[in-house]
């Protein structure tokens, strides 16, 4: 079985630029695609990245995936921070024993 | 536009059972897997459950398995988990999603409360 390992937060301020990271213990990073989700308070998650650096229609182009395999990681970028950000992050992978896996979570704030 | 709309939750007493529809539209709904998800008061997402489009197949998370049934009725586009032995560890809103890479799509949840 893998985990996936989040920071538990981040803070910025408006305008500026967050990244969350999300290490994958093991196997590569890049043997699944990486999700991202979004999910506000008392909200249900939604998709703001999908198989790695894809954004869903609706989602603003402030919000960019990656992965890095030297690191084993993958990262989310929210550039240009809004207080509508603010929100808990999650990134989602998958392996054929562990099946579908989710990060512990990041809340980020936007101070 | 895709829809989901859990419905089902409640308390349930430990040991009890509770059953969990999801009502889905907007998409072809024999085409593809769903999952069920949950969150427990506080904390993070846990993955439970998926079954394939045709229903044949079936996955479980460790905590779960044995106790937890997902199923479906493709005829009335409508998916199921069935929640028996229930722990109060298993109280948590639970989601319905539909599977594309990840969960492409989310319900608004449904609250299971399992306490005496």
């Known amino acids: 079985n893998f985990i996936l390992s989040q920071p538990h937060s981040v803070s910025e301020s408006p305008g500026k630029t967050v990244t969350i990271s999300c290490t994958r213990s093991r196997d590569s990073i890049a043997s699944n695609y990486v999700q991202w989700y979004q999910q506000r308070p008392d909200s249900a998650p939604r998709t703001v990245i999908y198989?790695?650096?894809?954004?869903p229609s609706g989602v603003p182009d402030r919000f960019s995936g990656s992965i890095d395999s030297s690191s084993n990681s993958a990262s989310l970028t929210i550039s240009g921070l809004k207080t509508e950000d603010e929100a808990d992050y999650y990134c989602?992978?998958?392996?054929?024993?562990?099946?579908?896996?989710f990060g512990g979570g990041t809340k980020v704030t936007v101070l | 536009e895709v829809q989901l709309l859990e419905s089902g939750g409640g308390l349930a007493q430990p040991g009890g059972s509770l059953r969990l529809s999801c009502a889905a539209s907007?998409?072809?709904?024999?085409?593809?897997?769903l999952s069920w998800v949950r969150q427990a008061p506080g904390k993070g997402l846990e993955w439970i459950s998926t079954i394939s489009g045709s229903g044949r197949d079936t996955y479980y998370a460790d905590s779960v398995k044995g106790r937890f049934a997902i199923s479906r009725d493709n005829s009335k586009s409508t998916l199921f988990l069935h929640l028996n032995n229930l722990r109060a560890e298993d109280t948590a809103v639970y989601y319905c999603?539909?599977?594309?890479?990840?969960?492409?799509?989310w319900g608004q949840g449904t609250l299971v409360t399992v306490s005496s």
């Open positions: 198989e790695d650096n894809q954004r």
């Open positions: 989602q992978s998958y392996d054929s024993s562990s099946l579908w896996v």
């Open positions: 999603a539909k599977v594309t890479t990840g969960f492409g799509y």
């Open positions: 907007g998409f072809t709904f024999s085409s593809y897997a």
